[in-house]
Every structure is written in structure tokens, then in C-alpha cells.
């Protein structure tokens, strides 16, 4: 199931980490970067270790570490390298530099998903995406991006949202998933962008507080008639058999099918899956 929801929770506030645990989000991201003081950071890794180990069987969570190439970025990496079963995943911040974003990867031996908020950053998009094999997803942090491109967000945040979609793409990867929204009362506002970014390429997004989760969660759901649309023409295609798989063919409705339409009817059905637990994710093409 590809996540709809990355649900941020500081990593020095045990409480809220157990109620994060608990809540509806697809994903839990422990964050010891920007949530966390930097007289706090020790403390967090502490309490971030032992939620980890606390998980029940079954259960994980990911970890945001500081940047890889600060003294707590190197302590974080060295703290996860060794971490318990639970841990699914890191994310890494402020990535540049593929060969600095290997090094994480070979010590932390888990998927990564680098964080891309600066120019270089965004420069270097398809590089990062492909620089590892453990490299699992990118994504923007729009906060440090538009400071670092001297600008206000919306529309000039236009190219380098198409550009991360495109890498993310092109290199294989799932979509990747929107920057938080930050206005947290304004659910009506997170709505209308999350659809937004859903036509533009994205599904879901990372969230920082639980009252998101359900606006994200019904956003993020394809639309009922697309879905029919998709599992009547895998049904029929199974029908078909494998070689209708790869020729153009005309559906009973009269519509072409190609390739391409099978592709996006697969990976319909697996953002379905991904908003019914009980759907089977459908695995071709979606990636």
C-alpha cells in the first residue's frame, strides 16, 4: 500500500510519539530533525530508540535524522544503523549530494527517501532518486526551498513540484508525496491543495497534525467512477488474456486501449487499495 499520510511527530515527546503510533496515519515519521531542539537532540534519540523497540510485532515507524553531513546527522546515522527491527525507513534532509546520500544508505541499511529543499537540491532531483538502490521515494521541504529561492511558495514552488514528480518517475519511483501544509485549522485550504497536487502528480502528503489525516485520507482517494472504470478493464483484459496486455485494442465502450491506459487503470486500482485496506493493491505499472 503506497502511503497516503507521513504524520510528523517530535522525537523528544514520548507522548505524542505513542499517540501517533495510535492514529490513522499510513506512515509515522519520529522526527529528530527540525521538531527537536538542539539541547533536546540527545534525549530524542534516546526516546526514538526506545519507540522503536517498543513497537509491537508487525508494526514500524520511519525516522527524519538531521542533515548526514552535520555532527547530528553523523550521531543519528550511527544511532539507526543499529536500531530495531521496527524501523521501516529515514528520511534524509536537505539532500545535494548523491555521494553523500549513498553513504547514508550503505550505514543505515534501510529505504531512504531523501528530502529535497534546496535549489541543488532540486537541480540534482533525478541523480538523488537514482543514486541507491535503497533510495525509496523523494520528495520536497517547500519551508527551506522557498527561503533558499527567495520566494513566497505558491506558483513559484510551480517547476520544482514538476520537476520532483518527473524524477520520482523517471526513476521508478512511487509519486511522491506533498510538503506539509502548515495552516493546520485550515482543513478546507489542505482539501482543495491536496487535490491540487493530486491532479499535478502527487499522492498524499507529509501531515503534522491528526485532524489532517481524514482530509488528506479522502483527497487522496481516486474517484469512484474512474475506479469501476479501471477494474471493469482489468477484468476484461484479464479476460483477454496476457498478449491483450501489450496491443492497442478498442473496448466495448469504444474507447482505445493501450499500454499506457492499462498502466493508469493499475495504479487506480492501487490508490483504491491504498483508501480500502481490504482492496488488493494491484502491483503493475503503478511504479
Avoid at 140 to 165: H, I, K, M, Q, Y
Avoid at 177 to 194: F, H, I, K, M, Y
Wanted: hydrophobic letters at 50%.
Amino acid at each position: 500500500m503506497t502511503p497516503r499520510t507521513w504524520l510528523y511527530v517530535p522525537g523528544d515527546r514520548p507522548d505524542r510519539m505513542a499517540k501517533a503510533l495510535a492514529s490513522a496515519a499510513d506512515a509515522v515519521i519520529l522526527d529528530l530533525e527540525d521538531a527537536v531542539a538542539p539541547p533536546a537532540k540527545q534525549a530524542a534519540r534516546r526516546a526514538v530508540l526506545d519507540a522503536l523497540g517498543a513497537l509491537d510485532a508487525g508494526r514500524t515507524a520511519h525516522v527524519r535524522i538531521n542533515a548526514p553531513a552535520t555532527p547530528d546527522g553523523a550521531d543519528d546515522i550511527a544511532l539507526l544503523a543499529a536500531a530495531p527491527s521496527g524501523l521501516a525507513g529515514v528520511r534524509i534532509p536537505k539532500c545535494e549530494h548523491p555521494a553523500e546520500l549513498r553513504r547514508a544508505a550503505d550505514a543505515l541499511g534501510v529505504p531512504v527517501f531523501p528530502v529535497l529543499e534546496s535549489a541543488l537540491g532540486v537541480e540534482n532531483a533525478f541523480v538523488l532518486a537514482t543514486a541507491h538502490p535503497l533510495v525509496a521515494g523523494i520528495s520536497l521541504g517547500e519551508a527551506d526551498l522557498s527561503a533558499d529561492l527567495r520566494v513566497a511558495g505558491g506558483d513559484a514552488l510551480a517547476w520544482p513540484r514538476s520537476r520532483v514528480v518527473v524524477a520520482a518517475r523517471a526513476a521508478g519511483l512511487p509519486s511522491p508525496p506533498q510538503s506539509v501544509w502548515t495552516a493546520v485549522r485550515d482543513l478546507d485550504g489542505l482539501r482543495a491543495d491536496t487535490l491540487a497536487g493530486r491532479r499535478a502528480g502527487f499522492f498524499g502528503r507529509s501531515v503534522i497534525h491528526p485532524a489532517q489525516i481524514p482530509v488528506v485520507h479522502e483527497a487522496s482517494a481516486p474517484d469512484p467512477d474512474e475506479v469501476a472504470w479501471a477494474r471493469d478493464l482489468m477484468s476484461r483484459l484479464a479476460e483477454r488474456g496476457d498478449p491483450a496486455r501489450r496491443a492497442a485494442w478498442i473496448d466495448s465502450a469504444g474507447r482505445f486501449v493501450d499500454k499506457a491506459v492499462v498502466e493508469r487503470a493499475a495504479w487506480l486500482l492501487d490508490a483504491a487499495a491504498s483508501a480500502d485496506s481490504t482492496a488488493p493493491p494491484v502491483k503493475e505499472g503503478h511504479r
